[in-house]
């Protein structure tokens, strides 16, 4: 029996890693930005779902965040 030592080797490195968890981390962000604005009565209409965050604000945090993903991922290793 051959006693090989096997390494594990990560697909990216700490750096990858890490600039991805900051554009999940911006996603997040733009999906909680989205969120609120309705109202609890069905009969009442509320102007608020239209403001500036909700419509322009968290859908480019959004897309920023996958931008960031897209960098992460596709950023060359130093090997």
């Not at 403001?51 to 960031?68: D, E, M, Y």
């Amino acid at each position: 029996m051959k006693n090989k030592e096997q390494k594990h080797e990560f697909l990216f490195e700490k750096e990858n890693y890490i600039i991805l968890l900051i554009g999940i981390a911006v996603i997040a962000l733009g999906f909680i930005l989205m969120s609120g604005g309705g109202s609890d009565d069905p009969n009442v209409f509320n102007e608020e779902i239209f403001s500036f965050r909700r419509i322009r604000l968290a859908p480019t945090t959004v897309l920023i965040g996958f931008g960031i993903i897209i960098y992460a991922i596709l950023k060359k290793t130093k090997k």
